[in-house]
């Protein structure tokens, strides 16, 4: 039970972080798909720095991990300026920018790769390995049971994620920022006349979502795969977008969404662990969220709402 | 300095293919209700878009207050105290009133002297005394999607009163308020121009002129021809400087010569999305030669009643029978076939592709027919020439003629189009519904004209229309629908406005009864 918690909570939370951006951006109006490629860039960036600056740390230092947090967060942030640009400067279509963005990320940094790999570090290899982060348990509050497991075996990046998900809620939902970016992908006309600049606003959303996808990128190399490689390409950022849209584009329901899938990526395996089957089944585990996203399609697909004014490009002109 | 508050010396416009003002002068003074008049496409908008700072002249000036300005943007137009109200209001809908209005001056309170947020409960009792302030009635925190579009319009006024407006332009205000909204509408105005503001109308109603206007300037095709004292004048002199000749209000129409029965609906029930019934057990017939005329308070069933006729809705009882065939349950494009013309209600919706050309919305009847097509192959020169043959048939005025994006034309032309594409469907029977609404008086006239004529012709016109003045001008029997329910149908001669109004409210024939 309790390594279905922990384990569950630790890819939950990643998700919920990429769907978080992903929520920014598309409540601003601007449709990403491009957040599978924007985490695979950042965790790349992350990784990157992370090896470049490991010499000089010790072994079990928590340091390389943080900076590669930043790093990745950076690394977002600056690919996402390319869906930004095609998206609101060139007024291009947003779903083919989002598409273009994640077949480029994966080649390109599968490239950059290889070459630092062979010229850097001499290295024929195709990965950055970064290990696992060490983890860590609250004392005394862990030992509560049932409850208890959210607060046993921690990444370091849950507690940080937690709080980047209370400022962004409140951000959204309190703010006179918020109110803006809510506004745009409801009826930028109407901001535009309350004398706001829908691109501007636009530009921060989609920015933030580059940041915060490739925050989640970099916790999941640093914890499910324990490498940057190109296996950090296997769906997560689709799977974001799913949590996002069954959570109406809401924070809180969003966050249910990813734990749902988490407990059911975690439990799945406990299962297997159970039931004594043969490793390989693991595999199928694999295939439980995406599972559950066609169970939820058929049953939320329906109710849900996109906000109004989503991938719907701008133009002043029009009536 | 001159006491004029706002003035436009010698303004023109050009956009591509048209003059949209040509050396239009204005002058309003501080605190009067000064009123645009003109048909649609005369410029009136373009003009106070200028004023608003959504286009820039080409040529002349704007001076407010006694100093020249340049207004760049909407924004720069808040700044010198300018506000409008836009034919399409600009509200975020899942927003509530207050949010929507305080949206870009929020007030703001601070946490622990860092943390920003919005503070919602200054921002509701602001709107909430402003609202009061001019009798406007206005709940701050109801959602804009749940409020009928006299409340949204209210408010896009309050929009402009926060923003300290002082020069208030409201574009074609009243074209989506029913007559007791305008009547309140109206009201606020009187009301705001007490408070000091100065207020610039455009409309082409001039019934609303005459009641709360002090002076009226007129436009056609772009060209200022008159400013008029509105006390002084009268509206036929009014309309006739506006669509630029004598206008003929009533409608000269020959004794008709009935045909055969071409439409027959019997005992029609018919449900609206939620399975509610909304046309209840409804039986008339239309014979070739005559105008039936649906008279109704909106939302009493009569656009559903239209709607199954043509097939846009399923029957869920009762039989409709069209030139002696039954297509009660014919498919919509096998109807056409059939004989059946339909100009719906919702122009932009039902009735034109918005974003396709002018030639492709003529042809969409019957593209898929010779000489459109060939085989399965579509033959673009056939499209061309039907169009331009259109264009000149029924004075279809666009920028670029056939290669016109509908979405750019004006309402009128709109509908022009639609009605053009109809009636050359050479059909047995016409469905017309609310085909005048929101067009000027030119317009109207030639619309009406077209109706009677096809009636003329022998064809059968089914006319849906809120207007009582139209059905009584152009109906030869008149069908009163009231909850669904067809509650008289009499020849037109018999009934005076009067008593079809009693019908219309459902009170009609009491005394007959009891």
């Given at each position: 039970?309790?390594?279905?918690?922990?384990?569950?909570?630790?890819?939950?939370?990643?998700?919920?972080?990429?769907?978080?951006g992903?929520i920014y951006c598309e409540r601003s109006g601007v449709?990403n798909?491009?957040?599978?490629?924007?985490?695979?860039?950042?965790?790349?960036?992350?990784?990157?720095?992370?090896?470049?600056?490991?010499?000089?740390?010790?072994?079990?230092?928590?340091?390389?991990?943080?900076?590669?947090?930043?790093?990745?967060?950076?690394?977002?942030?600056?690919?996402?300026?390319?869906?930004a640009?095609?998206?609101?400067?060139?007024?291009?279509?947003?779903?083919?920018?989002?598409?273009?963005?994640?077949?480029?990320?994966?080649?390109?940094?599968?490239?950059?790769?290889?070459?630092?790999?062979?010229?850097?570090?001499?290295?024929?290899?195709?990965?950055?390995?970064?290990?696992?982060?060490?983890?860590?348990?609250?004392?005394?509050?862990?030992?509560?049971?049932?409850?208890?497991?959210?607060?046993?075996?921690?990444?370091?990046?849950?507690?940080?994620?937690?709080?980047?998900?209370?400022?962004?809620?409140?951000?959204l939902?309190?703010?006179?920022?918020?109110?803006?970016l809510?506004?745009c992908g409801?009826?930028?006309?109407?901001?535009?006349?309350?004398?706001?600049?829908?691109?501007k606003v636009r530009l921060i959303a989609v920015l933030v979502s580059?940041?915060?996808?490739?925050?989640?990128?970099?916790?999941?190399?640093?914890?499910?795969?324990?490498?940057?490689?190109?296996?950090?390409?296997?769906?997560?950022?689709?799977?974001?977008?799913?949590?996002?849209?069954?959570?109406?584009?809401?924070?809180?329901?969003?966050?249910?969404?990813?734990?749902?899938?988490?407990?059911?990526?975690?439990?799945?395996?406990?299962?297997?662990?159970?039931?004594?089957?043969?490793?390989?089944?693991?595999?199928?585990?694999?295939?439980?969220?995406?599972?559950?996203?066609?169970?939820?399609?058929?049953?939320?697909?329906?109710?849900?709402?996109?906000?109004?004014?989503?991938?719907?490009?701008?133009?002043?002109?029009?009536? | 300095?001159?006491?004029?508050?706002?003035?436009?010396?010698?303004?023109?416009?050009?956009?591509?293919?048209?003059?949209?003002?040509?050396?239009?002068?204005?002058?309003?003074?501080?605190?009067?209700?000064?009123?645009?008049?003109?048909?649609?496409?005369?410029?009136?908008?373009?003009?106070?878009?200028?004023?608003?700072?959504?286009?820039?002249?080409?040529?002349?000036?704007?001076?407010?207050?006694?100093?020249?300005?340049?207004?760049?943007?909407?924004?720069?137009?808040?700044?010198?105290?300018?506000?409008?109200?836009?034919?399409?209001?600009?509200?975020?809908?899942?927003?509530?009133?207050?949010?929507?209005?305080?949206?870009?001056?929020?007030?703001?309170?601070?946490?622990?002297?860092?943390?920003?947020?919005?503070?919602?409960?200054?921002?509701?009792?602001?709107?909430?005394?402003?609202?009061?302030?001019?009798?406007?009635?206005?709940?701050?925190?109801?959602?804009?999607?749940?409020?009928?579009?006299?409340?949204?319009?209210?408010?896009?006024?309050?929009?402009?009163?926060?923003?300290?407006?002082?020069?208030?332009?409201?574009?074609?205000?009243?074209?989506?308020?029913?007559?007791?909204?305008?009547?309140?509408?109206?009201?606020?105005?009187?009301?705001?121009?007490?408070?000091?503001?100065?207020?610039?109308?455009?409309?082409?109603?001039?019934?609303?002129?005459?009641?709360?206007?002090?002076?009226?300037?007129?436009?056609?095709?772009?060209?200022?021809?008159?400013?008029?004292?509105?006390?002084?004048?009268?509206?036929?002199?009014?309309?006739?400087?506006?669509?630029?000749?004598?206008?003929?209000?009533?409608?000269?129409?020959?004794?008709?010569?009935?045909?055969?029965?071409?439409?027959?609906?019997?005992?029609?029930?018919?449900?609206?999305?939620?399975?509610?019934?909304?046309?209840?057990?409804?039986?008339?017939?239309?014979?070739?030669?005559?105008?039936?005329?649906?008279?109704?308070?909106?939302?009493?069933?009569?656009?559903?009643?239209?709607?199954?006729?043509?097939?846009?809705?399923?029957?869920?009882?009762?039989?409709?029978?069209?030139?002696?065939?039954?297509?009660?349950?014919?498919?919509?494009?096998?109807?056409?076939?059939?004989?059946?013309?339909?100009?719906?209600?919702?122009?932009?919706?039902?009735?034109?592709?918005?974003?396709?050309?002018?030639?492709?919305?003529?042809?969409?009847?019957?593209?898929?027919?010779?000489?459109?097509?060939?085989?399965?192959?579509?033959?673009?020169?056939?499209?061309?020439?039907?169009?331009?043959?259109?264009?000149?048939?029924?004075?279809?005025?666009?920028?670029?003629?056939?290669?016109?994006?509908?979405?750019?034309?004006?309402?009128?032309?709109?509908?022009?189009?639609?009605?053009?594409?109809?009636?050359?469907?050479?059909?047995?029977?016409?469905?017309?519904?609310?085909?005048?609404?929101?067009?000027?008086?030119?317009?109207?006239?030639?619309?009406?004209?077209?109706?009677?004529?096809?009636?003329?012709?022998?064809?059968?016109?089914?006319?849906?229309?809120?207007?009582?003045?139209?059905?009584?001008?152009?109906?030869?029997?008149?069908?009163?629908?009231?909850?669904?329910?067809?509650?008289?149908?009499?020849?037109?001669?018999?009934?005076?406005?009067?008593?079809?109004?009693?019908?219309?409210?459902?009170?009609?024939?009491?005394?007959?009864?009891?």
């Amino acid at each position: 039970m309790n390594t279905i918690i922990i384990d569950g909570l630790s890819f939950a939370l990643p998700l919920f972080i990429m769907a978080i951006g992903g929520i920014y951006c598309e409540r601003s109006g601007v449709t990403n798909l491009a957040i599978e490629g924007l985490q695979g860039f950042g965790a790349f960036c992350g990784a990157l720095f992370a090896v470049c600056i490991a010499p000089y740390f010790a072994g079990d230092s928590p340091v390389p991990f943080y900076l590669a947090m930043v790093f990745a967060f950076l690394g977002g942030t600056l690919f996402s300026l390319l869906h930004a640009m095609l998206c609101i400067r060139f007024k291009a279509n947003q779903v083919i920018s989002g598409v273009v963005i994640n077949i480029l990320a994966m080649s390109l940094t599968e490239f950059m790769t290889k070459q630092i790999n062979a010229s850097i570090f001499k290295a024929a290899s195709n990965k950055f390995v970064l290990g696992v982060s060490a983890r860590v348990t609250v004392p005394g509050i862990s030992s509560v049971p049932v409850l208890g497991a959210v607060f046993t075996n921690l990444y370091p990046f849950e507690p940080v994620i937690a709080l980047i998900a209370v400022i962004a809620w409140y951000v959204l939902y309190r703010t006179p920022f918020g109110l803006h970016l809510r506004a745009c992908g409801d009826n930028p006309h109407a901001v535009d006349a309350a004398g706001i600049e829908v691109g501007k606003v636009r530009l921060i959303a989609v920015l933030v979502s580059g940041a915060l996808s490739g925050l989640g990128g970099i916790c999941f190399a640093y914890s499910i795969s324990a490498n940057f490689s190109s296996n950090i390409y296997s769906g997560y950022g689709y799977l974001a977008i799913a949590a996002l849209i069954f959570g109406n584009w809401k924070i809180l329901p969003t966050l249910g969404a990813c734990l749902l899938f988490g407990f059911a990526r975690s439990g799945g395996y406990e299962l297997v662990k159970i039931l004594e089957m043969p490793s390989s089944y693991q595999d199928l585990v694999m295939v439980l969220p995406y599972v559950l996203t066609l169970l939820m399609l058929v049953f939320f697909g329906r109710k849900n709402h996109s906000p109004r004014a989503l991938g719907v490009i701008y133009d002043k002109g029009a009536r | 300095m001159s006491d004029y508050i706002i003035e436009m010396n010698h303004i023109t416009k050009r956009f591509p293919g048209i003059v949209a003002n040509d050396d239009v002068s204005i002058q309003v003074k501080k605190g009067e209700i000064y009123a645009l008049l003109g048909e649609n496409g005369a410029g009136k908008s373009t003009l106070m878009s200028m004023l608003f700072g959504m286009y820039e002249p080409d040529e002349g000036e704007i001076i407010i207050r006694g100093e020249k300005v340049k207004i760049a943007s909407p924004n720069h137009a808040t700044r010198l105290n300018i506000g409008m109200v836009h034919q399409h209001f600009k509200l975020v809908s899942n927003y509530t009133i207050a949010e929507n209005i305080v949206m870009g001056m929020e007030p703001v309170k601070k946490h622990f002297g860092i943390f920003k947020t919005l503070d919602q409960k200054r921002a509701n009792e602001e709107i909430r005394a402003l609202s009061e302030k001019f009798g406007l009635e206005v709940d701050p925190t109801k959602v804009i999607e749940n409020i009928n579009v006299s409340m949204q319009q209210r408010v896009e006024i309050l929009k402009m009163l926060y923003r300290e407006a002082e020069i208030l332009i409201f574009d074609e205000p009243t074209a989506v308020l029913t007559p007791q909204e305008i009547e309140f509408l109206l009201e606020i105005i009187e009301s705001l121009r007490r408070d000091g503001k100065t207020i610039i109308l455009i409309t082409h109603k001039l019934e609303e002129i005459k009641k709360i206007a002090d002076r009226c300037a007129i436009l056609c095709r772009g060209k200022l021809i008159d400013v008029l004292d509105v006390k002084e004048t009268d509206t036929k002199t009014m309309a006739n400087l506006m669509v630029g000749r004598e206008v003929n209000f009533s409608v000269d129409k020959p004794e008709p010569e009935y045909g055969r029965e071409i439409l027959k609906v019997e005992h029609l029930t018919v449900q609206n999305e939620d399975k509610f019934e909304v046309v209840k057990d409804v039986s008339f017939s239309v014979r070739g030669g005559e105008i039936f005329a649906v008279a109704g308070v909106s939302g009493n069933g009569q656009v559903e009643l239209a709607d199954a006729v043509a097939g846009l809705l399923k029957p869920s009882g009762g039989s409709i029978t069209l030139n002696g065939k039954d297509i009660t349950h014919a498919a919509i494009r096998s109807r056409n076939l059939e004989g059946i013309s339909y100009i719906p209600e919702d122009r932009q919706n039902v009735g034109l592709v918005m974003d396709l050309s002018l030639s492709d919305n003529l042809a969409l009847k019957n593209y898929f027919m010779p000489p459109f097509s060939r085989g399965s192959v579509i033959a673009g020169e056939a499209f061309t020439r039907y169009s331009d043959e259109l264009i000149e048939k029924y004075d279809i005025r666009s920028g670029q003629g056939s290669e016109t994006v509908v979405r750019s034309m004006s309402g009128g032309n709109q509908q022009k189009a639609i009605i053009a594409r109809e009636i050359e469907l050479d059909s047995s029977l016409l469905i017309f519904v609310q085909p005048t609404r929101g067009l000027d008086i030119g317009a109207i006239e030639n619309i009406h004209r077209q109706i009677v004529e096809q009636r003329n012709k022998g064809k059968a016109v089914l006319l849906i229309s809120l207007e009582l003045d139209e059905v009584m001008n152009l109906a030869d029997t008149i069908g009163v629908i009231y909850n669904g329910r067809i509650e008289k149908i009499a020849d037109a001669g018999t009934l005076t406005p009067g008593e079809v109004g009693e019908f219309m409210m459902g009170v009609g024939g009491r005394h007959e009864k009891a």
